[in-house]
């Protein structure tokens, strides 16, 4: 699907566990555009041990953001490789004003922008059984849940065969803490697109494959009205 142009975005903004992840995987494919996800990227240098990994480490630990410019740092490197100038799927970024200032300029440079931000909308209260309950594929970084969406093979990533393992920062308490950073911290970023009318609420707190339904019709039919959050 041809929604996204040369050095264009789609954001894919929600809170911890609203399932950004899970939608980004399939939605990247139908866009034909690869899926950048903070998150993933961060836990990849970790796995590497490389200095910025371990600079992130104690914050993701806690559940905090990782300072900007590391995160900018690690989102930049990865939107330079050739497969992301055509157009990219971001998957939890940006989550701080600051870094939605530094992608529109960065952006703008290259005469792309955010060509359209979507927020999936989940109840606080849904957060923590979808967090207790996820699983992840050390390969991929694909996401399970015991419950809403266990795998075929108990144990295996049904996309690359992979161990799956519970992430250190879904432990109740951590995600207490996300939750709270993301109210304070990334709440305004939403603010912020609903205001330059690009931004749209795509109800999250049904079925995955509902949920999937509604997220192609959004970017199949990009121009209604946003809605304000
Ligand atoms: P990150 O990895 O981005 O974590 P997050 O935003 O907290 O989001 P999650 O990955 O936990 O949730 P998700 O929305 O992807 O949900 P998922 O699809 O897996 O960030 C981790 C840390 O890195 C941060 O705390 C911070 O320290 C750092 N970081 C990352 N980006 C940063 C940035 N830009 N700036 C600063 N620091 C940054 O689904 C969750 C579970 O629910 C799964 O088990 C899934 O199977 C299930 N599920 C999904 N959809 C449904 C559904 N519709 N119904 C039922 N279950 C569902
Ligand atoms: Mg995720
Ligand atoms: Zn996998």
Known sequence: ??????DQVLLLLGAPGAGKGTQARFLAETLGVPHVASGDLLREHRERGTALGRAAQGYMDRGDLVPDDLVLDVIADRLDQPDATRGALLDGFPRTVAQAQALDARLDQRGGGVRMAVYID??????????AGRWLCRGCQTS???????????????????????????KREVVANRVA???????????RYASQGILHCVDGNRSIDAVQESLLEVVADPEPEAIAV
């Open 122 to 131: 989940v109840p606080t209260e849904a957060l923590v059984d979808r967090l």
């Open 181 to 191: 950073v993301y109210l304070s911290d990334t709440l305004p970023v939403i603010d």
């Open 1 to 6: 699907m041809g929604l996204l142009q040369h």
């Open 144 to 170: 399970y849940h015991t419950e809403f969406n266990p795998p075929a093979v108990a144990n295996a990533c049904d996309v690359c065969g992979g161990e799956l393992y519970q992430r250190p920062d879904d």
